[in-house]
């Protein structure tokens, strides 16, 4: 992963002519940013941690699992949001952790915590180092200093429990090498966000991740059946059964808790078989309203595709629906469509009826069943060729995000949810706010989420760099997050609380919210080494 | 609601001879119990609040709305489980509280629980009085007095969004009658439990319950989306959107409360389509292994019918799936399966296919298909006449437990839920529980929820009552709560954890999670007025 821009520099590109020219011609992008700071000239702090706090780490996990070097402490550094690349960019390595550990174990994790408490060194849980909400950014003050606790070497997939169609696995496994791990048993996770080459499972428990196959699959959380937890106060195993009746769901509790109440050690996963077919197709709406009734009612009577998004008509002009062809878009609202599930369609029955036994579940009878409705909303069927196109750049747009960072746009996305009904207030509302705050920005809007009564909206923003570009967006930042409390969405639908949304999700949460995050924290982590700052306010 | 015994006395039963017979001649059951007690001589400790509580009491919602009449109290005495209703049988009131509250909105419940913090009175909320875990004993000592918050003048369907499919509903609102000011607008919650006559939408929440038709509607949990919560300490408003990533999920720590952190004085609630089209069928298979194989595959791969329930072999034999003709039984194990949805199919699409387009959501397509599953995995069809007596017999197991109590036997409920692979075990590890704490009695057993990644188990124990019936079913329950701690399940899927469940919830939580409730309970409810000595240890 680039320590100052998103993934491998390998796959970066170049911004196609059409892009350049808009970028030009109507948002006024005309100097080239700064180059990026070299690797060399980044500043960092001393290590603030003694020798005794470093060799104390070291009787835990071995000397050579605790790491203070420039490199080790400078890809720990910050998230991937763009204030956090361009603070990199800049050689801002201010936020840069003392010490990078690398337990091995449920056992090492819980002795560096009790380790940690007593001598208040801050405990920043590190799993892909992909969060876009300031999530890893931990406050120092009041601490002997800060520790990244890289969950890396627990990345082992510990069981499978084909039965129950339930895995046990560690929190450091990165979600590639899970679903490499499962294809093995014919299983996978469907869980595919926009960070998937890098994110891990622990990191998606924690943060309440959310994937682009969430119509199919669920959100992350939908697959968390079981957790272990190791806190400063000792160890949590919740979850005996799919669901119960036995008091609150303290599971729910934990996912979303981003490492403030603990470090999540094993996951048990709800898995599915891997899909022997998929087909992705694209639709095309007159308008964004228009579109959005029809996500509504595919949410609210079925069948319900694997993957269903929906771009605004910006979004759709520019094409970012498929970003290895950005530029070349289109008119109208472009829908995308994912059928996945068996190649062979089930054994029939001796149920009457030639041939119908099966589709219930089967690619072809939901495709079937979910085009009748798209039709009947308006939609005009594309065929596969737009479904093929957003396949093959579905995990692109970050990359895409560092080429324009370098030639002098701020590139952001910002996201929310709410009920159908208050959809369109909280579209106009972010959307407003946006172009309150920017000189002419580039405003872009898609569904990818959808429930029975409601959905996410997410939005990606372009706009020329102005002055301190931190600075910039900050403002930006602060007027969408004041828009979407007024309008009534949460402050989050899949990117998380961290630093950046926690005052916005106070508010959200109200007073007696807070206080009670707060007696959970006092409980699990007196000392409040975790994640200092992020979260709760 | 019968005083002690279950719902319409009208509906009570004589039971068939050939229950009689079984009785008789398999359980030993001889001697008809002890006639009840009548009303009038119920034994009722006098009013322990004092006449100036009282009159504050009154201060806030009226003197009328402060009831201290025999008939008040011992109508809010207790709840339905056996136990409950032997001791009221046996005309003791000494759980009765001394007065019963009857606030009419938010406001004056919120005031009422200031109040009584201040004057330490135990509060014990109340919506249908349907608990079966001894969720309304509370603990007197340390209180000044304990009285019933009666939520039935909270009785509202405040708002519909037919957009969202969400409703705004009090939790007063007893089940059925919020089906019928839903039904006005064409709309379900879908939710029915054995309770449903009674049984409120507040206590439905509070409590996790899940009705008959989960496969279909989900459990009601998953049908909540909002929450406003009256504490001690303040007001909740939870659930800006379907789904968040903003933190932790707060209303599900409040779903499952029961009653210790707060009364719930709102519920915003997915609502789906009334089905145009019910079928009900019934299915046989060769053993319970089998017929759990089956509904496995079902829940995994669907599609799954809207009521799936498989009964074991005895309880198969007995015919208790259709309790209308209890003693009708029949061999192997018997499977209702049901599937609701809409009367007419949706509009054929442009898709090719003739005829395909509708099927995926269809209730003859997902009957189609649920039903090439079945026979696939060796069950045989038996058509719609068994479903028929499943639904004519819904709500009629409770009535049939007044009546075999009168003759002299004892009949109890157990429940709980694990993952498929643990299902074995934990069916045996229960009736071995059963069948070694209770001189031969009859266990049945069924499966009626059913997830991807396991189900519940619900039993059904019939013995002839021993000595005191009461301290009998005490030693039996002791034992199979250690029974499911020790096989890995659940305490309950959908009954809650009450008084009888307290210890063997703390088990299963663990210290920590224990602590956890406490820290939450100490913010929200400093006192600790709300429901003492239940749910949390």
Redesign the interface.
């Known amino acids: 992963m680039l320590w100052s821009g998103w993934g491998d520099p390998a796959k970066a590109r170049e911004l196609p002519p059409q892009i350049r020219e808009l970028l030009h011609d109507l948002l006024g992008v005309h100097e080239p940013a700064a180059p990026a700071a070299s690797f060399e000239s980044v500043r960092l702090a001393p290590v603030a941690l003694s020798p005794a706090h470093l060799a104390a780490l070291a009787d835990v996990v071995g000397h050579e699992r605790v790491l203070t070097s420039r490199a080790a402490r400078i890809r720990h550094t910050r998230g991937k949001s763009t204030p956090d690349l361009l603070r990199m960019r800049a050689g801002d390595g201010s936020a840069a952790p003392d010490a990078v550990l690398l337990p091995g174990s449920h056992d090492e994790v819980a002795a560096l915590l009790r380790l940690c408490a007593a001598e208040r060194i801050a405990v920043v849980p590190f799993g892909g180092g992909t969060s876009v909400v300031g999530g890893l950014v931990a406050s120092r003050s009041g601490f002997a200093g800060v520790v990244a606790l890289d969950l890396a070497r627990l990345d082992r997939l510990v069981s499978v ?1 084909a ?4 895995v046990t696995a560690e929190p450091g496994l990165r979600a590639p090498e899970a679903e490499r791990l499962l294809e093995r048993h014919g299983l996978t996770l469907g869980h595919f966000p926009q960070s998937y080459e890098y994110a891990t499972l622990g990191g998606f428990a924690a ?4 994937g682009q196959a969430s119509a199919g699959y669920g ?1 992350f ?1 939908d697959m968390v ?1 079981g957790l272990t937890v190791a ?1 400063p ?6 979850g ?11 599971r ?7 490492g403030v109440f603990g470090v999540i050690t094993a996951l048990r996963l ?1 898995v ?2 891997v899909p022997g077919r998929r087909v992705y197709e694209g639709w095309r709406f007159g308008s964004f309203r228009e579109g959005t009734a029809a996500l ?1 009612v595919l949410a ?4 319900l595709p694997t993957v269903l998004r929906l771009s605004d008509e910006t979004e759709t002009m520019i094409g970012l629906a498929r970003p290895d062809d950005i530029g070349g878009g289109s008119s109208g609202c472009l829908v995308i469509a994912g059928y996945e599930g ?1 190649a062979e369609e ?8 030639p041939g ?6 089967s690619v ?13 909303m308006g939609g005009v ?1 594309l065929g596969t060729e737009p479904g093929r196109a957003w396949e093959h750049g579905r995990f692109s747009a970050p990359y895409l995000r560092d080429s324009l960072l370098a030639v002098g746009a701020t590139v952001e996305t910002v996201e ?7 959809l369109p207030r909280l579209y106009d509302a972010v959307r407003l706010a946006l172009l309150g705050a920017l000189e002419s920005p580039l405003v872009m809007c898609h569904i990818s ?1 959808v ?6 909206l997410y939005f990606t923003v372009v706009a020329a760099q102005k002055g301190d570009p931190v600075a910039q967006w900050e403002r930006a930042k602060e007027a969408v997050n004041a828009a979407i409390v007024t309008a ?10 961290g630093r950046d ?1 926690r005052e916005a ?1 106070a508010a ?6 807070v ?6 924290k ?3 982590d007196p000392s409040g080494i975790l994640n200092p700052g992020i ?1 709760i306010p």
């Open positions: 429990d039965e129950s169609m339930v943060a309440r991740s959310s959100r959380d059946v806190t106060s000792g160890d949590l195993d919740l005996r059964a799919p669901k119960s009746a036995a008091g609150p769901d303290l729910q509790l934990l996912l979303g808790s981003e709800r599915r078989r509504r609210q009577e079925g069948p068996p089930l054994v029939e029955g001796p149920v009457e009826g119908t036994a099966s589709l219930a579940t072809e009878g939901r495709r079937a069943g979910a085009g009748a409705v798209l039709a009947r069927p929310t949810a709410g009920f159908w009904s208050a989420h429930y029975e009564t409601g959905a996410s009534g969405g949460t402050i989050s639908h899949h990117h998380g609380v949304h999700y959200e949460l109200g007073p007696l919210g206080d009670i995050l707060r007696a959970v006092a409980r699990l979260l």
